[in-house]
């Protein structure tokens, strides 16, 4: 498996959508968008909205051209589309969770692949989101890992670092070793927030996240804090007021986008209706 980013300095999103679409299937999908998938204008137009929050005195970088490329294979066209959409998302959401994405797979060539066109700020964000080297080597290196372990009917790749031992017996060894390390119920609640202010940013994940955990927060005046097992810790103590701020913050800004994604289907099927009455 190979993964490619490409950085563009230009809006050419309507180039790249273009290529993107070459082929004509219906593999084409969106991640945070709320436009039509079928109506390229609508598709460029957000991504134009989006790009006019990036501050331009940070650099030049407008989207990023990146490319899931599996090796050689002989599995269904079914197969291979729904590995590919699998490993797109994990790859997105741990590398574009919050950014603007269409995806389009290609299988013109001996190594099916899918085009992905990102968004270089968030939803939107003021700045240009910039993986170092090593943020995205170890990205590519978890895919890498996750498709080694799902899909052993895929060859496998050791391309983006050594593979792990996960055999079974490395497994209880680690298991056990965990088990034996304590951990204090302090550490349980901070190393459980961050776990879950860094997914999915929504009100019901949130609530769901916290109750499955045995956490509830709590605010009194200007101080907010979490319940566990009866005893109580500040955020600001945890040292995650700053996170949870902002994760409060990405909540709304989803919401909103989701209303307005609702607002537009609305209208969409408002004008097909009145359409098909003349």
Known sequence: MIIKSMSRNSKSFHQLLNYLDKEDSNNSFTWN???DIKNNRELVEEFMQNSKYIDNKRGKIYLYHEVISLENITLSQKEIEKILHDLASKYINARAKHHLVYGNIHTDTNNPHIHLMISSNEIEGSKRIRLSKSEFASIQSHLEIYKN????????????GKQKDISKAKQSEQELKHKRKKTSKKD?????????FSNVASKI?????????????YQRGKT???????????????????????YLIQIE???????????FKKSKSKDNEQSYSR
Do not use: F, W
């Open 33 to 35: 968008m709320y436009a």
């Open 149 to 160: 372990e799902k899909y052993k009917e895929l060859e496998t790749s050791r391309i983006y």
């Open 188 to 196: 349980y609640v901070k190393e459980s927030l961050e776990t879950i």
């Open 205 to 217: 994940y949130l609530e769901n996240a916290l109750k499955n955990k045995g956490l509830e927060i």
């Open 224 to 246: 907010t804090g979490v319940i566990y097992e009866a005893k109580k810790y500040r955020l600001k103590t945890l040292g995650l007021e700053d996170k949870y701020q902002k």
């Open 253 to 263: 800004k989803n919401e909103s986008r989701k209303n307005k994604r609702q607002e």
